[in-house]
């Protein structure tokens, strides 16, 4: 029903910035939340930002004043600044469409994030 295309994944070194991107496609509903969740090895996906359509955002608190998501309402676009990357953030990134009405999950094929020295 949505298609989630993510770019802007890759490896960085501890205390370096990356940029996810997520574009929404297809029927899209426009009360909703995107976001993105994220999987580390061996542990369970975790929230770790999302914001509404009308702007309401949401963070982990492991990633509260390093990351910031943002939305392009136009372009149906989310985007989460990674800044001050840790080891402990390391991790397969999902984004995330969720139907405000139906509550109805899209999400994309995930998006691989390491930070290593």
């Known amino acids: 029903q949505v298609q989630l295309v993510e770019s802007g994944g890759g490896s960085v070194q501890p205390g370096g910035s990356l940029r996810l991107s997520c574009v929404a496609s297809g029927n899209i509903f426009h009360m909703n939340t995107m976001g993105w969740y994220r999987q580390a090895p061996g542990k369970q996906r975790e929230l770790a930002a999302s914001?509404?359509?009308?702007?309401?955002?949401n963070y982990a608190d492991s990633v509260k004043g390093r990351f910031t998501i943002s939305r392009d309402n136009t372009r149906t676009t989310v985007y989460l600044q990674m800044n001050n990357l840790k080891p402990e953030d390391t991790a397969v990134y999902y984004c995330?469409?969720?139907?405000?009405?139906?509550?109805?999950?899209?999400w994309g094929p995930g998006t691989q994030v390491t930070v290593s020295s």
């Open positions: 914001i509404t359509d009308v702007g309401i955002k």
């Open positions: 995330n469409f969720r139907n405000r009405w139906t509550s109805v999950d899209d």
